[in-house]
C-alpha cells in the first residue's frame, strides 16, 4: 500500500522569506501523481500545484515550486516570499495513475510572521 | 461555474442514530470521492462514485456507505453512528481522472 509522510508538524517563516516543507512517500508504482494541497482555516481544500511522476521537470506555479525525487521518493514544497495568506496547513498527497483516490500525508502546519 | 457543494454543512447526532449528507459535484464532473478527516487519524479515502458505480473503496466498516445518481449528484451514509466518527466530511469532484476539486465539508457531531 502507498503511504505519505510528513515529517514537519509545524514550520514557521518570516513573512517575504522562503520555506520548504518535505514529503517522501513510499509505492512500487512508477508512474503516478503527487500533489500538495492546502487547508486554510476554512477548511476548504486547495489544490497548491501537481506533479506527474514520468515528468522529470519540477512543477512550478508562480511563488510555488517542488522538488521531485523520484528515485529518493522525495516530494517537497518550497514556498518563495511568503505572504500571510499563505498560513494554512498542508498536505502532501498520492494519487495511482489510474482512479482518484488521495492518500494523504499527516500534514504540516505552516505559520507565517509579520 | 458553481463549485462543489455540500450539505449541511453542519450536524449534530447522537450514537446509535443514522446520518446522509450530500455532496453536489461540478457541473461535468462525474467522479465524486469522499474522505474523512479526523485529528487522530488524519484525511482517509472513503470510496470514489464514477457514472453511479462504486469504483473504489477505502478501509472503512460497512456501517460506511454511499450512492451515486445519474446527475452525479452523490450522497454517503453512515449508519449505527459511534463517538468516533464524529470528523470533517469532504468530498470531492473531478472529471474522469483529472484534478479534484474538494467542497467546503460537513461538520458531523455525534454526542
Not at chain 1, 52 to 67: D, G
Amino acid at each position: 500500500a502507498q503511504t505519505v509522510t510528513q515529517s514537519q508538524p509545524e514550520m514557521s517563516v518570516q513573512e517575504a522569506e522562503t520555506v520548504t516543507l518535505s514529503c517522501t512517500y513510499d509505492t512500487s508504482e512508477s508512474d503516478y501523481y503527487l500533489f500538495w494541497y492546502k487547508q486554510p482555516p476554512s477548511r476548504q481544500m486547495i489544490l497548491v500545484i501537481r506533479q506527474e511522476a514520468y515528468k522529470q521537470q519540477n512543477a512550478t506555479e508562480n511563488r510555488f515550486s517542488v522538488n521531485f525525487q523520484k528515485a529518493a521518493k522525495s516530494f517537497s514544497l518550497k514556498i518563495s516570499d511568503s505572504q500571510l495568506g499563505d498560513a494554512a496547513m498542508y498536505f502532501c498527497a498520492y494519487r495511482p495513475l489510474y482512479g482518484n483516490k488521495l492518500v494523504f500525508g499527516a500534514g504540516t502546519i505552516l505559520r507565517v510572521k509579520s | 461555474k458553481a463549485g462543489v457543494t455540500q450539505t449541511p454543512r453542519y450536524l449534530i447526532k447522537t450514537r446509535g442514530q443514522q446520518v446522509t449528507l450530500s455532496c453536489s459535484p461540478i457541473s461535468g464532473h462525474r467522479s465524486v470521492s469522499w474522505y474523512q478527516q479526523t485529528p487522530g487519524q488524519g484525511l482517509q479515502f472513503l470510496f470514489e462514485y464514477f457514472s453511479e458505480t462504486q469504483r473504489n473503496k477505502g478501509n472503512f466498516p460497512g456501517r460506511f456507505s454511499g450512492r451515486q445518481f445519474s446527475n452525479s449528484r452523490s450522497e454517503m451514509n453512515v449508519s449505527t453512528l459511534e463517538l468516533g466518527d464524529s470528523a470533517l466530511y469532504l468530498c470531492a469532484s473531478s472529471q474522469t481522472m483529472g484534478e479534484q476539486f474538494f467542497g467546503p465539508g460537513t461538520r458531523l457531531t455525534v454526542l
